[in-house]
């Protein structure tokens, strides 16, 4: 399943996307930056979830707070977590 929301506070806008695969969950959060300058939505960040738990570090092999940034490699890799039953990170 897909989902997605938009979201705006002032200038600063935001598009969601969550990508859903039973228990595991995709957030792809797209904005139009730090100053809000632009009209254009183009710094994007992800999270990956299993329930309620994130498990991006895991899966990027990543400090617990870094920034995933929703690049083409990075959403490929992604996807192919979220689409298989069992993931091991240092296999991928």
Request: proline residues 3%; aromatic residues 8%; negative net charge.
């Amino acid at each position: 399943m897909i989902e997605g929301s938009l979201m705006h506070w002032g200038d600063k806008r935001m598009a969601n996307i969550k990508f859903i695969n039973g228990s595991k969950e995709i957030s792809l959060t797209v904005d139009n930056g730090p100053l809000c300058r632009t009209e254009k939505l183009y710094r994007a960040d992800m999270r990956l979830f299993r329930g309620q738990e994130d498990v991006t570090a895991l899966v990027f092999n990543c400090g617990e707070t870094e920034i995933v940034r929703g690049d083409v490699e990075n959403m490929a890799k992604a996807m192919n977590w979220l689409q298989v039953s069992d993931w091991d990170p240092p296999g991928v």
